[in-house]
Each structure stands twice: as structure tokens, then as C-alpha cells.
């Protein structure tokens, strides 16, 4: 459910960032936030491991939305698409088959 769903905003520092994830208390720790702007338009998402990269004592330094990371085209819908049409590109997604890198030897 969207409202239940982990979102941050693109201004937060990464201090603030670690606040809400963090500290929430949150017995079922999200490891991924979709970040929004100020309009509330979808930017992408942040994960957590993101944090690691900065040392702690810096988090205030930085905004979430310089870690911003683009969500994939193929997993966006447009809202004006129907949910049959969701659920079909989700089905035709899900079955498409799996390339694999591992040569077989003949």
C-alpha cells in the first residue's frame, strides 16, 4: 500500500535520513526509500547502504537527493494506464527468460 510505503524527501540531509530509517524503530527494517521532491514528484530511490559510504559524522553535509539512484523505465507505469495493462506488462515481465553468462562446455 502506497501510504505505507518508505518515502523521503530529495532536502532531507542524510542525518535526517538516518533518523526516520534508522531510529524509527521499525521492527521490519527497509533496506530501499522511494525519494520525492518538493512537488511530489518520484526522483528515484535511495537504499540504505547508502549511509555506509559517508562517514557519520558528515551526514548533515549532504542531501539525500545527491544519492539518488533512477528507477529502471521498465519498472515505471504511467498512472493513466489500467490496472489490466499493469498487471499484463508485470506478467510479460516476469517471463521473460533469463540470460545467462555461464559458457557450457560441449
Do not use: C
Not at 524503530?25 to 547502504?49: C, H, M, P, T
Not at 553535509?61 to 504511467?78: L, P
Amino acid at each position: 500500500m502506497l501510504t505505507e510505503s518508505p518515502i523521503v524527501e530529495a532536502n532531507d540531509t542524510l542525518r535526517e535520513f538516518a533518523d526516520r530509517a534508522i531510529l524509527s524503530g521499525n521492527k521490519n527494517q527497509w533496506q530501499r526509500f522511494l525519494v520525492k521532491d518538493e512537488a511530489d514528484q518520484l526522483l528515484g530511490s535511495i537504499r540504505l547502504e547508502a549511509l555506509k559510504n559517508i562517514p557519520s559524522n558528515q551526514w548533515s553535509d549532504y542531501q539525500v537527493r545527491e544519492f539518488v539512484q533512477a528507477i529502471a523505465v521498465d519498472n515505471q507505469v504511467k498512472s493513466d494506464k489500467s490496472l489490466l495493462d499493469v498487471v499484463g506488462q508485470l506478467e510479460n515481465k516476469a517471463h521473460k527468460p533469463l540470460q545467462s553468462s555461464v559458457k557450457t562446455a560441449h
